[in-house]
């Protein structure tokens, strides 16, 4: 988790930081919305005043009063503006009564990207699910611009939405006035050579930090970094069916043997993997560390590899081997010298000039397969707090997230607590799993070979 984590709490408009103008861009290349599904014990059928509650909720959660304005002709970064209060933001499905319909609706909307210039977010509720895990449910599952949040303050912010606890008075909807858009793009376009100059300057220090780390790296001082991964059945384009999954299970179910949740799920993931692919392929994990919160930044992770291990026959030992893989790669991600680099990379970036950024991004070609992967599939785990959320009355009862896929993966994991249950999520392709029910399985028992062994 950050140590820190900025409030974001500025009236106004500001400035995106460069790691959220990237997610903006990059969302038109790579669908990246936040999918992230609460599952509460049926209240209330008085569906229009959960509704309006919502919508007052709403209108005093500063991450959901939020639209993104381009500036001219890209000369500065685009700008966190205020967004009105709407009227459309939220969608009840009455039609869909089933678990199974839910979750083919949820993997529907994947390809209905929200568009962050009018609003950021939107809310899906399947009221009357019969026979959700646990019993009849209200089903809620807010979308989330990635460029307006990461998996931690996107818990925040669905927190603020469900819970009970009081919020901040809704501030007056303002846009700002003509002259300080034209005074504000004039300034940008005078500063452009300062911003050139800055980035070289700052660019001589990024390249310092990083041969010092290359240095830690090479002396033993840092762990090194995790080497890539050929190519497997997973990393295709996915051109076919999205499906999505969910495996619901008691908190105490993944602490077997004192390990982690995150080392839990992962060993499990990989004696599934081994069974869907066999034997032969070296398995990696592409895992989602949440780093320092960085000034106006709603973005603020990181990837890492982590192998999986797949050629060691005891389950034990090779928990084992992914704990201290995992705890490796953790080690290098927080040690000083690369939290210098990774800072003087961001000073660098932050002068760069806006139209320079966004070209950058455009030139990236979501067809063209990689050589190689970082992982053959991402795990995402973020603890999503207390089981202190209502909804029309009812007590939430587990959380779920569905990383996005991309076009080298067509399969990924979320792993996402709340109270003493934890949900993992997979997301899949028919392109790479042409049978998520038989994945699904295939993880369920898994899950439960890991228990068993480090029992």
Known sequence: ?????????????????????????????????????????????DLDSVVARLYERSGRIEVLRRRITDVACGLDYPRWTEAGPRSDAIS??????????????????????VDPRLSVWHLHLYPNITDAPGGTALVAVLQLS???????LSARTARDLFGTHPLPPASACTEPPAVFEAASTIVAAATVPLR?????????????????????TDSGEIPPPAHSRALTALDVPPTGRTSVRTIVLPKSDLRSGGTTITTFVLTAISVALQRLLGDGPDLAAEVTLARDARADARNNFGNVGVGLFPAEPDIRTRSRLVSAELAARRARANHPLSEAARASQDAVEAHVPAFLAEWGVAQFDPTAAPPTVTGNTVVSSVSRGAADLTLGGGSV??????????????????????????TVGITSNSAAVPDPDLYEALLRDALDDVRHALA
């Open 146 to 152: 990635h460029a307006a949040a990461d998996g931690t």
């Open 397 to 422: 009862r587990f959380t779920a997230g569905f990383p996005a896929l991309s076009p080298a993966m067509s399969l990924t994991h979320g792993v996402h607590g709340i109270g003493d249950t934890v």
């Open 1 to 45: 988790m950050p140590r820190a984590r900025a409030e974001h709490s500025r009236p106004g408009w500001t400035r995106l930081h460069p790691a959220d103008a990237r997610a903006y861009w990059m969302a038109s290349k790579i669908p990246s919305d936040q999918f992230l599904l609460y599952c509460f014990d049926s209240g209330s059928d």
């Open 92 to 113: 009840v499905h009455r039609t869909t009564s089933t678990w199974s319909e839910c979750l083919d609706a949820i993997a529907a909307s994947f390809t209905r990207q």
């Open 196 to 216: 050139l100059a800055q980035m070289v300057r700052g660019g001589v220090r990024a390249r310092h930090d990083a041969l010092s780390l290359g240095r830690g």
